[in-house]
């Protein structure tokens, strides 16, 4: 069992930054692997990143390379997405999730955190 809370979030101007942060409890295994994910009104979750805790290998979506980043800090039991020059389109709740790395990165976690706004203005 995982259990995931996110905070950061908020509303800011395109081209700001924003880090959001997870922090999980719980039992962790060389498989789990944690994930921001995003969704947007009348569509489904899309993962943003995904990191897997024993040994941070981790995946950026196509849309965010160069500019978001994911990190882990397995000490403080946290997963931050580091999020620079956001454009309106990153707008959505994100979800953070854990779960096995194969399943996860398909949209298949878990567990899921309860979300957080993220707003971009143009």
């Known amino acids: 069992q995982v259990q995931l809370v996110e905070s950061g979030g908020g509303r800011v101007q395109a081209g700001d930054s924003l880090s959001l942060s997870c922090t999980w409890s719980?039992?962790?295994?060389?498989?789990?692997?944690v994930g921001w994910f995003r969704q947007v009104p009348g569509n489904g979750r899309t993962l943003v990143a995904a990191?897997?805790?024993?040994?941070?290998?981790?995946l950026h979506a196509d849309s965010v390379k160069g500019r978001f980043t994911i990190s882990r800090d397995n000490a403080k039991k946290t997963v931050d997405l580091q999020m620079n020059s956001l454009k309106p389109e990153d707008t959505g709740v994100y979800y953070c999730?854990?779960?096995?790395?194969?399943?996860?990165?398909?949209?298949?976690?878990?567990?899921w955190g309860q979300g957080t706004q993220v707003t971009v203005s143009s």
């Open positions: 999730a854990a779960g096995p790395y194969q399943p996860l990165v398909v949209g298949r976690a878990n567990y």
């Open positions: 719980g039992r962790a295994d060389r498989t789990t692997t």
């Open positions: 990191i897997r805790l024993s040994d941070g290998n981790r």
